[in-house]
């Protein structure tokens, strides 16, 4: 698995969450590396992205309340969620890709998804 994930699980809502992506150095350097998500019956959707440069962009919905960061040395992205909602529970998958990620199909590899579950 090239980008095992890591931190889901179930949260009230307004809380926070932390999620991990563990990805090689040679992943860093060739390749954006964010999130996406995908809720039951929902098409698979953008919810940040960190570009190689370390610039970072966010879907709307999360803007705000999400931080995409990345420590290098610990070969891991992150994704720390804060004032957390009922409608972000959704299957959270760590990708990587070449920029601009407009689509799910531009992305090269896929972690395996973590649940987020956000009771109301």
């Known amino acids: 698995v090239q980008l095992p994930e890591s931190g889901g699980g179930l949260v009230q809502a307004g809380g926070s969450m932390r999620l991990s992506c563990g990805a090689s150095?040679?992943?860093?350097?060739?390749?954006?590396m964010g999130w996406y998500r995908q809720a039951p019956g929902k098409e698979r959707e953008f919810v940040a992205s960190?570009?190689?440069?370390?610039?970072?962009n966010y879907a709307d919905s999360v803007k705000g309340r999400f931080t995409i960061s990345r420590d290098i040395a610990k070969s891991t992205l992150y994704l720390q969620m804060d004032s957390l909602k009922f409608e972000d529970t959704a299957v959270y998958y760590c990708?990587?890709?070449?920029?601009?990620?407009?689509?799910?199909?531009?992305?090269?590899?896929w972690g395996q998804g973590t649940q987020v579950t956000v009771s109301s």
């Open positions: 960190l570009s190689r440069g370390g610039s970072p």
């Open positions: 150095e040679r992943m860093f350097a060739t390749n954006a």
């Open positions: 990708a990587a890709g070449p920029l601009p990620w407009l689509s799910p199909k531009g992305i090269n590899f």
